[in-house]
């Protein structure tokens, strides 16, 4: 099953409670390009990582797949006997999102596996135990998400938009990027409220425009490579808008066409050979 990167177009912080969590505003998407996650039955639960980012995963009971599998499995009342396979594609700790979507697909795959029928409510209320963003990873569309992550309202683009997406061939801590966000001392974002649900490029990009990324100027703070990689994406041809996604560092460029999309993954990747560069579809 595909994992999908997941992307925050944008990212909006619109508050935070007296229990720490801070309250979010973000325009997400997914990819034809991600993780590659299978399940077979099995005597025990395990999991073997291969792919070009395996070394930066470990297997332990901190691992998403494995803790997904727990709850699920304790959830429907089965022994967690699975066997999983996870290629991992997606750059580790780099906003967009690869823990959560291979968590995502690991419930939905035990789902399909054993037949099981749970709610989309109790899901997300499972999925809310693992991270704020596991409810719109198993959703696995393009949503304008807020709360903790709780909140989702799902869109459906008309158009075809691509996506490049860059990352500077390092990893980045969220929590890091939070707390250097709290020293700079911004103010809290307006959240906002979309009615529509079929939408066209032009309305994302509008919504866009007049949005940003609340975390990239800490995450720059800390790691101004990630200036480096927007900079970059801005001289490409055909760009619609650039940003960073999530706490970094993967940044991305948006286009309307497949050729401008490849073409300027041709231009970052022969003058950038050590970043990692992917140019892909939004699904």
Known sequence: MLAP???????????????GYHLLD?????????????IEKSDSLSLDITGPFSNGLTVNEDNLVLRAAKLIAEEAKIQPNFKFHLVKNLPVSSGIGGG??????????????????????????????L???IPVC??????????????????DIKDDLYLLLVNPSISVST?????????????????????????????????????????????????????????????????LLSRMSGSGATCFGIYSSEKDCHNAYELIIKEKNNWWVKSTKVI
């Open 26 to 38: 973000s325009l997400v998407v997914f990819t034809e390009f991600g993780d590659e996650l299978y």
């Open 100 to 129: 959560s979507s291979d968590a995502a697909a690991a419930i939905k795959l035990i789902i399909e596996l054993f037949n099981l029928e749970i709610s989309d409510e109790r899901l997300n209320e499972i999925g809310l135990k």
């Open 175 to 239: 929590p890091e990027i939070f707390k250097e966000y709290k020293i700079e001392n911004h103010e809290f974002d307006k959240e906002r409220h979309f009615s529509k649900n079929e939408v066209h490029l032009p309305f994302i990009l509008d919504a866009l425009n007049n949005s940003h990324n609340s975390l990239q100027s800490a995450a720059v703070s800390k790691k101004s490579v990630i200036q480096d990689v927007i900079s970059a994406i801005d001289t490409t041809e055909g760009l």
């Open 138 to 155: 198993l959703l696995g569309q393009t949503s304008h998400m807020s709360g903790i992550g709780e909140k989702l309202v799902p869109f």
């Open 131 to 133: 991270g704020a963003d």
């Open 5 to 19: 990167a997941k992307i925050n177009l944008d990212l909006l912080i619109t508050g935070r409670r007296e229990d």
